[in-house]
């Protein structure tokens, strides 16, 4: 008998032999690496527990970053749809001192471009808006005016109001529905519906809520973002001629 | 005329330090009931001067504010003629009423009738008032 007249059953013959001897060394090995896990099963569980975590909080911060993303995309939009502004840098030189009507005079006049109903605001937010404009000189109404309105809207759900100045300090959002999605601390922006105050200007952020089902209204207490009773510098907005 | 200056001045000196002109005592009115009650042939114009200290700051309503100013000053006169100025408790009755009336014909144009606006004119006539004494005491010196 030569060997080649084995061939075909020997590769047949061999990996049954090979089946029959590796069949104790898997459970062997088997057994030795269940001996080993069994004492990390408890630090398993810790490092799972520890890994989903990390796994949600990079769930949040990524929901985070696509609401950042979203915003810089408005913002970007709104930017190409703003008309072109004209700022001016001023001072507050004096504030009112008959209490019903809330104003500050600044220092700076049509001569450095200052311009009738311009936007004033702060670093925080929104001021007011330009009254009265002289050369050198320029009036502003305050959010707190009782007489001052500006288009206004919550950020967060995008219900619309009016921001109503109450002479008090703050501020009152009116014309809600008594349903309205809104909350204390969220923040109230312009709306820029009509008048001189460009969309998305912060306004302030609602401290109360007060709805009226009978009526079905609502109203919200706002307080203004830039502090008023201590506002120095400010930038005028203008329309560009 | 220097009193009323001098009160229009420590009015808007005061201002730029408080956070809200309901917290400033009306320092010019106290100087225009304080002169008008010193002088009181000088009503009108006492009146006119004090008014347009604080015309700076209006936005609205500025004649009817001016007619207010003059309004008490005409008042303030009448009461000059009648009582004893020298009685020490005329001058600040007088600064009482007169920052009663000038508040409460503010908040009548303004329509701001409400309990809140009600309590801030409250103090702010009383804080009016007390300063009155001290005004009194500097006035004469002058």
């Not at chain 1, 020997?10 to 089946?19: G, I, P, V």
Request: with cysteine; hydrophobic share 50%.
């Amino acid at each position: 008998m030569t060997l080649g007249a084995g061939v075909w059953w020997h590769d047949s013959a061999r990996h049954l032999a090979l089946s029959v001897v590796r069949l104790p060394f898997t459970v062997l090995r088997a057994a030795v690496s269940v001996l080993i896990t069994l004492p990390r099963v408890s630090a398993l569980a810790t490092e799972n527990s520890l890994l989903r975590s990390e796994l949600l909080q990079g769930q949040l911060e990524n929901a985070q970053l696509r609401e950042l993303v979203r915003h810089v995309q408005q913002a970007q939009v709104l930017l190409e749809h703003l008309p072109a502004t004209h700022s001016v840098v001023a001072t507050v030189i004096g504030r009112s001192v008959v209490p019903t009507q809330h104003t500050v005079l600044l220092n700076r006049g049509t001569q450095e471009g200052i311009r009738l109903d311009g936007v004033v605001l702060d670093s925080s937010g929104i001021i007011g808006r330009v009254v009265d404009v002289r050369s050198e000189t320029a009036l502003v109404m305050l959010l707190t005016d009782p007489e001052s309105r500006v288009a206004a809207l919550v950020d967060r759900t995008r219900e619309m109001g009016l921001l109503a100045g109450r002479g008090l300090g703050t501020c009152e959002l009116i014309y809600l529905d008594a349903g309205a999605d809104i909350q204390e601390g969220d923040r109230v922006v312009t709306a820029g519906l009509g008048g001189p105050f460009p969309k998305g200007l912060a306004l302030g952020a609602i401290t109360r809520i007060v709805r009226d089902e009978t009526s079905g209204t609502a109203s919200a207490t706002v307080q203004p973002a830039a502090q008023l009773g201590r506002v120095e510098d400010v930038v005028c907005l203008s329309a560009a001629n | 005329m220097l009193a009323i200056s001098l009160a229009a001045l420590a009015h808007h000196l005061v201002a730029q330090l408080a956070t809200s002109p309901w917290w400033v005592p009306n320092f010019t009115l106290v100087g225009l009931v304080l002169a008008v009650l010193r002088r009181p042939a000088r009503w009108l114009g006492y009146s006119v001067v004090a008014g347009l200290w604080d015309l700076v700051w209006l936005v609205r309503s500025a004649p009817a504010f001016l007619v207010t100013m003059v309004a008490i000053a005409w008042l303030v006169h009448r009461v000059a003629e009648r009582w004893d100025v020298q009685d020490p408790r005329v001058p600040w009755v007088t600064v009482a009423v007169a920052s009663a009336v000038q508040i409460a014909t503010q908040l009548w144009w303004g329509e701001l009738w409400s309990w809140s606006i009600i309590g801030y004119a409250s103090v702010h006539v009383a804080m009016t008032t007390v300063m009155a004494i001290p005004a009194q005491n500097l006035i004469q010196r002058l």
